[in-house]
């Protein structure tokens, strides 16, 4: 059995088992969240898929309308729905003293306003909200908001790394629009990529992850190793649980 439909059947034994009706995922206009939705849709079940624009860059957004449409196109088990919560985030930040908020807090907060909306969904149609984090993000080195988009209930994708992502992406067809752009977590006004906040390439990070220790490194590998272990033991509280004082230790 190849990747995609493991993964699919895997999606689907676990709603199931759960007795849950429905997938819920929130569409970006990114890679990740095009594969996790059409791994969703190949199930057969119901799944929703949701944009949420915040401010959001046009070009991001029309991107994820545009894999919605072929997703519908291809699979008749999807729903959608676009909601913009541009209001909602204002009204929040109006709401907190200024002196109180920093361009990260802000621009993590879009994303817990986010998470609320796909669990409001999913609370009302009995469904599982489906991470879309890759390998990379979830397990290496953290890229992504503590509660926001790390709130999720299942991740298909999250032993895939990024290259993994974008060879299974492009081999079950997802839109060329989706697979030539630039990766962003689409939380900046400034339209900075991920790999401009992270400092380094994916294929970098990857091969940082798989580092045995051994081999000698050149400059450019030393610089891929330490800011990939930067952005590890910084964000290493989001990747372990939660801890808990125990009254008998």
Known sequence: MNLENKISNWLKLYLQNNSMKCFVVGISGGIDSALTSTLCAMTGVKTIVVTMPIHQNKNETNRGIKHIAWLKDNFSSVEDFSID????????????????????????TR???RMSTLYLIAGSKNGLVVGTGNKVE?????FYTKYGDGGVDISPIADLMKSEVFSLSKKIGIIDEILDAKPTDGLWDDGRTDEEQIGVTYDELEWAMTYDGNSKLTSEQKKALNIYLKHRNNNIHKMIPIPIFKKKS
């Open 138 to 142: 979830d397990f290496g080195i953290g």
């Open 85 to 108: 919560l541009s209001k909602t985030f204002n009204s929040m930040k109006e709401s907190v003293p200024e002196k109180l908020q920093t361009k990260l807090s802000l621009a993590n």
């Open 111 to 113: 994303a817990r306003i």
